[in-house]
T-cell receptor, first 114, second 116 residues
Framework: ETGVTQSPTHLIKTRGQQVTLRCSSQ?????VSWYQQALGQGPQFIFQ???????GRGNFPPRFSGLQFPNYSSELNVNALELDDSALYLC?????????????FGPGTRLTVT | AQSVSQHNHHVILSEAASLELGCNYS??????LFWYVQYPGQHLQLLLK??????LVKGIKGFEAEFIKSKFSFNLRKPSVQWSDTAEYFC??????????????FGSGTRLSIRP
C-alpha cells in the first residue's frame, strides 16, 4: 500500500509569486485535506476536498485554493505569496470507511518565501 | 474561541520514567480525539484515536489515553518511556458535530526529550 506522497520537498519563492504544491493520496482514499504548519506550531486546517469538491475550509484567505482530480490526487495553490506563508504544508488523505476522520499524513512540502 | 490546548511545550524525562501529557479542548459537542506523533525527520503518524465507547484507549508503542468528558480532557500516558519516544506529540480534535468537513484541529504540540 502506497502512502501519501507530496512534491516538491522544498521550495523557495519570492513574495508576490504563486506556488502549486502537489499531493497523491493513499490508495483507496477519496478525501484529501491540506494543513499549514508554521515553525513551532501545530498544523492548521486549510481546506478539504471530497470527490473533487471543496468540503470545508479553515480560516485562510481566498488566495489559498485547491483542486482534486478524478484519481483523488490534489493540488494546493497559493497566489500573491506573503512572508508569513513560509511553513510546512501537509497533505492528509482519509478513507471513506472512517468518515474521513482518520487521516494519514504525507511528509510535507517546506515552503520558504523571501 | 474553540481550541485545543497542550499545556506542556517541552517535557524532559529520563528513560523508564512515566509520562503524562495534558490535552484540553473547548468544543462543547461530540468530538473525535487523536494523538499524533512526529519523530525527528519523519511525518505525522497516528498514535491513537477515540471515537466512542471505552474512554481508555490504547495505541501503538505502549501509549494510552483517557477521555474525560467532564473535564474536556484527553491526556496521553505511557508507564515507562524509552529514548526512542523522543518526538513531538500533538493532540487533535475533530468536532464531529461540524458535518461540513472532517477537519482536525491540532494543539501546538509538546516536545518530548528522553535522556538515555
Amino acid at each position: 500500500e502506497t502512502g501519501v506522497t507530496q512534491s516538491p520537498t522544498h521550495l523557495i519563492k519570492t513574495r508576490g509569486q504563486q506556488v502549486t504544491l502537489r499531493c497523491s493520496s493513499q490508495s483507496g482514499h477519496n478525501t484529501v485535506s491540506w494543513y499549514q504548519q508554521a515553525l513551532g506550531q501545530g498544523p492548521q486546517f486549510i481546506f478539504q476536498y471530497y470527490r473533487e469538491e471543496e468540503n470545508g475550509r479553515g480560516n485562510f484567505p481566498p488566495r489559498f485554493s485547491g483542486l482534486q482530480f478524478p484519481n483523488y490526487s490534489s493540488e494546493l495553490n497559493v497566489n500573491a505569496l506573503e512572508l508569513d506563508d513560509s511553513a510546512l504544508y501537509l497533505c492528509a488523505s482519509s478513507s471513506p470507511g472512517t468518515g474521513g476522520y482518520e487521516q494519514y499524513f504525507g511528509p510535507g512540502t517546506r515552503l520558504t518565501v523571501t | 474561541a474553540q481550541s485545543v490546548s497542550q499545556h506542556n511545550h517541552h517535557v524532559i524525562l529520563s528513560e523508564a520514567a512515566s509520562l503524562e501529557l495534558g490535552c484540553n479542548y473547548s468544543y462543547g459537542g461530540t468530538v473525535n480525539l487523536f494523538w499524533y506523533v512526529q519523530y525527528p525527520g519523519q511525518h505525522l503518524q497516528l498514535l491513537l484515536k477515540y471515537f466512542s465507547g471505552d474512554p481508555l484507549v490504547k495505541g501503538i508503542k505502549g501509549f494510552e489515553a483517557e477521555f474525560i468528558k467532564s473535564k474536556f480532557s484527553f491526556n496521553l500516558r505511557k508507564p515507562s518511556v524509552q529514548w526512542s519516544d523522543t518526538a513531538e506529540y500533538f493532540c487533535a480534535v475533530n468536532p464531529s458535530f461540524d458535518s461540513s468537513a472532517s477537519k482536525i484541529i491540532f494543539g501546538s504540540g509538546t516536545r518530548l526529550s528522553i535522556r538515555p
